[in-house]
């Protein structure tokens, strides 16, 4: 029976290197070197260290590439790592209204069996779009209801977005790919637990877990394992179990080849929640055209979605993924200072006096006019009144970085230099940087690979960067 899922899956396995022009081209090797600076830096984070040493202590062979080693491991650990160190510090990418974190699940799975299979630059960069728009697409047709239920989309999603990516970076056939693609859907996981009191790791995982099972659900497939070949939209699937009343079973299928997601993808300025990302940026430009110190700061008032109030209002967060979902803290980090450091969001650096007194003068308020926005737009209204009784005000709809305020090529360069900087030597930044670009006329990713590798710095060098940039 064809359903809206075999139809998409089928027009992007239908794709070719011949189809994708340069535009796509960019995107998707631009999406390739903004997550695997996230995920570099992720991995000198408490998390990354933690599922790195795991999967090195098991000896897994392969010639899949760990972040942050030179030890080569098997494709469906990398992927684990390595997508849970991606999605480590909330700077990895989103497609906005659909509630989810594309790259770091379907870059770190599809490089992984990239490296593992031989494959080219152009296709990988092609399972990478195709990734996306599964991505995308199931995001969409689950709808926000699940989410706000308390299921993490990305780890719904992820599987599937993964499994697809890799069955095309491997050349699965099409009943293969249907297949993991229905084993894929029993592994769909994720609850929103973390952004309650203490958050603990296990977000960061989320990624991870889905990329992991994506590569795993291929590897399967391709001995034999056979799975629900209409796992997505069919009875007991994935859109009838978890999705809620607001199911769009249509948004699987509407108006193939039309336009991809990869190129309305919204690349993270500020490493924190994406609902955040508006008030960061309203108060960051407030700073800058004003110049208030944190001391003129006699209060801050947020008017934002529904949504944001219930699930971003922390006051006193102790630990990174607490703060990271914290309106009032970000607020803090935002004026007290800098809204796009990520050290800021470092344990050791969650008590700081300036931070915390901002916070503690930050109130959050629903609008209407910002909820009826959502998911579409996370948009924020935000008021700084001074102590000299001034009242500033910034509406942000679209923070930058999002498709309506979209990243630079050089942008993105420039973030993979200072995220990588705490991981790698300078001239490995170069060389990764050289090879990520020449990656639509690579014929393999044996370049990549040999960089990705190259040049770590050591534990106690790392320590010191760490420490110097907080």
Not at 391 to 417: M, Q, W, Y
């Amino acid at each position: 029976m064809t359903t809206a899922s075999t139809r998409l899956v089928e027009f992007l396995m239908g794709l070719t290197e011949k189809d994708i022009g340069a535009t796509l081209l960019q995107h998707a090797t631009m999406a390739v070197l903004d997550n695997v600076a996230c995920g570099l830096y992720g991995s000198r984070q408490a998390w990354g260290r933690i599922v790195n040493d795991f999967v090195l202590s098991e000896g897994a062979k392969g010639r899949a590439t760990l972040y942050g080693s030179a030890q080569p491991i098997s494709p469906a650990r990398a992927a684990l790592a390595n997508g849970t160190s991606t999605h480590g510090f909330e700077l990895d990418d989103i497609i906005q209204g659909a509630l989810t974190h594309p790259g770091a699940v379907v870059a770190s799975a599809a490089l992984a069996a990239a490296e593992e299979s031989g494959a080219s630059g152009p296709r990988l960069l092609l399972a990478v779009i195709a990734g996306y728009e599964m991505m995308a697409r199931l995001g969409h047709a689950l709808g926000a209801e699940h989410n706000t239920r308390g299921y993490h989309t990305t780890g719904v999603a992820g599987p599937i977005a993964a499994a697809l990516a890799v069955g095309i970076v491997t050349n699965l056939r099409r009943d293969e790919l249907l297949s993991a693609i229905g084993i894929a859907c029993s592994t769909a996981a994720g609850i929103k637990a973390f952004t309650q009191g203490t958050g603990g790791m296990v977000k960061r995982m989320h990624a991870g877990h889905a990329a992991e099972a994506g590569v795993v659900a291929c590897e399967l497939a391709r001995r034999g394992f056979t799975g629900p070949l209409e796992g997505i939209d069919g009875r007991f699937g994935l859109l009838d179990v978890i999705g809620g009343s607001d199911v769009r079973p249509e948004a699987l299928d509407s108006e193939l080849g039309a336009s991809f997601a990869i190129t309305r993808i919204w690349v993270k300025a500020y490493p924190c929640c994406g609902l955040i990302h508006s008030t960061a940026h309203a108060l960051e430009s407030l700073k800058a055209e004003h110049r208030f110190s944190p001391a003129q700061v006699e209060s801050i008032r947020i008017f934002t979605s529904k949504r944001a109030v219930e699930q971003n209002s922390n006051p006193d967060p102790r630990e990174p993924m607490a703060a990271q979902y914290s309106l009032q803290y970000s607020a803090g980090v935002a004026v007290a200072k800098e809204a796009r450091d990520p050290g800021a969001y470092a344990q050791h650096n969650l008590l700081d006096a300036g931070v915390r007194q901002i916070a503690a003068r930050t109130r959050l308020e629903v609008d209407q006019k910002m909820d009826s926005l959502y998911p579409a737009h996370f948009a924020a209204r935000v008021v700084v009144s001074t102590t000299d009784g001034r009242n500033l005000e910034r509406t942000v709809i679209d923070p930058h970085g999002t498709p309506a305020d979209p990243c630079s090529f050089d942008e993105v360069a420039a973030k993979f230099a200072k995220l990588a900087a705490l991981v790698k030597e300078p001239q490995a930044i170069e060389r990764i940087r050289s090879a990520a670009r020449d990656l639509p006329s690579a014929p393999s990713l044996v370049t990549l690979s040999r960089a990705l590798r190259e040049g770590n710095l050591r534990d106690e060098e790392s320590e010191a960067l760490v420490t110097h940039n907080a």
